[in-house]
């Protein structure tokens, strides 16, 4: 019980350590994309900084919402892991 | 006070009433199809968006405030604002399921779906004298 209990928790932080880094590079890819071409507009068109700055807060807030779900699910693996919970589960089953 | 900043503060108004919206609707829903406690869940996912946002709002205003004069400076402000959305998210993901034991999935739910008030967009630059 204890080496599978060790062995799901193991798992699980390889796996939220997998999740964090893919989240974190796709929000930062975004992110760098997103804010050359803002700052690339307002140079080139200053008087379109109002507009340009709104639709950034869009268009940032919807690239944002996966990888922060990602990282939701992530914090969900970490604080309530649901594979311990059915490991254990199990456990009392078969005993 | 720049144009720039009352066009904003018209965007997250208008991003924040959906919000509000979307999440006391998944609230209520989950309230008759589920318990208090999802619902509390829920309410907190919510939450968990509106602050996220208007940090953002106030990252992009300050960084279109010194793009102005210094480009570079822009994008570090850009920058800090999504390490400091990262590590707010994650700190009050861990709070609401760590902490406060509410059920992980519904605080997601909530938080995924007030995520789809980005698509209410729409960015009034209609100039109004003497009012925001």
């Known amino acids: 019980m204890e080496a599978a209990m060790a062995t799901v928790y193991g798992s699980t932080a390889i796996s939220v350590g997998i999740i964090l880094g893919f989240a974190g590079l796709g929000s930062a890819l975004g992110w760098g994309l997103i804010c050359s071409k803002f700052l690339e507009g307002i140079a080139r068109q200053p008087e379109m900084r109002p507009q340009l700055m709104g639709q950034m807060l869009f268009t940032g807030g919807l690239m944002e919402a996966f990888p922060m779900i990602v990282l939701g699910m992530a914090m969900w693996f970490v604080f309530a892991n649901p594979f311990a919970a059915a490991v254990i589960d199990a456990a009392k089953t078969a005993s | ?132």
Request: glycine letters at 8%; proline letters at 2%; aromatic letters at 12%.
């Open chain 2, 1 to 132: 006070m720049s144009f720039a900043i009352v066009v904003m503060r018209r965007v997250v108004r208008r991003l924040l009433i959906v919000q509000m919206l979307l999440t006391v609707m998944i609230a209520f829903l989950s309230f008759i199809f589920g318990n208090i406690n999802t619902m509390l869940a829920t309410l907190y996912g919510g939450s968990i968006t509106l602050v996220a946002t208007l940090l953002m709002a106030w990252r992009i205003s300050r960084a279109g405030e010194v793009a102005y004069n210094d480009k570079q400076q822009g994008y570090i402000e850009i920058y800090i604002g999504a390490m400091q959305k990262f590590i707010l998210i994650s700190v009050l993901m861990a709070i609401g399921m760590g902490y406060l034991k509410l059920p992980p999935f519904a605080i997601l739910m909530g938080f995924a779906i007030t995520q789809l008030s980005f698509i209410a967009n729409k960015v009034d630059t209609q100039y109004v004298p003497n009012g925001d």
